[in-house]
């Protein structure tokens, strides 16, 4: 089995754009041989700093699935109604509008790569529903522009986040996935190309303050007809430095000894076979994960090693 790797999620960070460290962590990353290709995060342009140097860097045999979700969230902190699913007709367009500037990003890698190497898009329903008013009748509205474009063979999903729950504060805020169910259950009765779900384990965790949400999230998305990825996230439930039910990507907990583990992470070996068994992972368009690293100022070496475990862990669970 090959995986679909987060890696920007574990990438150094630094105050500016310091291409020779990014090109050694990303040589790091090439080396893990169950690598099937990247989740890439878009913000505006194929890459946030430099298209040519991204280019030039990536392996030439990746696919790739395009992640909205950065873009999204900074924009959301300049406009609180921007999203697809915004029921603020200038916040719904802009929502549109930046999916536009994704499509032409797809088309770019494409003809970079000589093929059609992007294998889905991930698309999000934003905005949070706790600043601005959303509903299924204007995402409808927006993914029948959306879908209209050629995307060169690249499937559209929409990667559920933490919808909003009453009483709870949520990170994203966005749609229920039985809502997002509903609106792409109408809208593929009249397309020949399905679009699709994936779930992010994290992120039903969050919203659901619980380790069950995942499974449950899994279930109604595959009786529905529509999962087509899962991507593993952890999540803790207590004091941790990646917080507490907070959207940081926390690592898995120990599935084997001496690997880069997160004590305290809610994502164990049991939850993982128990979910890749939920999504039926066999059947999957893709699988992998997504992982962000603590403390933050770790080398690039490090860094490489916790995703290179992350999937080791998979490995054990898929074989």
Sequence with gaps: MKYILGAYATAPMTETWQPEVQEKYLNGIKQLGNLRGLEHPFTGQLHAHDDDWFLGNIDPEWDFVFTGVPGVMGRLGKNAAFGIASDDEAGRAEGVEFYRQMH????????????????????????????AQSSVVS???SLEEITSWDWSGANLVIEHCDAFVEGL?????FLSVQEEIDCLLEMNQDREQKLGICINWGRSALETRSVEGPLEHLRLVREAGLLRGLMYSGISDVETPYGVWRDTHMPPAE??????????SLL?????????????????????AKIGVRPTDLDAASRV???????????LLTK
Excluded at 118 to 127: D, G, I, K, R, W
Excluded at 169 to 173: A, D, R, S, Y
Excluded at 305 to 315: E, I, P, Q, S, V
Aim: charged content about 25%; proline content about 3%; overall charge positive.
């Design 104 to 131: 032409a990003a797809v088309l770019k890698l494409n003809m970079h790569l000589g093929r059609n190497g992007v294998e889905a898009v991930q698309l999000h329903t934003s905005p949070n529903r706790t600043a």
């Design 139 to 141: 995402l409808r509205h």
């Design 169 to 173: 504060k949520p990170e994203k805020g």
């Design 255 to 264: 599935v084997f000894k001496g690997g880069q583990f997160a004590e305290g």
């Design 268 to 288: 164990t070996r049991e939850q993982l076979a128990l979910t890749l068994e939920a999504a039926d992972w066999q059947k999957l368009d893709y699988l992998g």
């Design 305 to 315: 090693a916790y995703n290179r475990d992350c999937l080791a862990a998979l490995d």
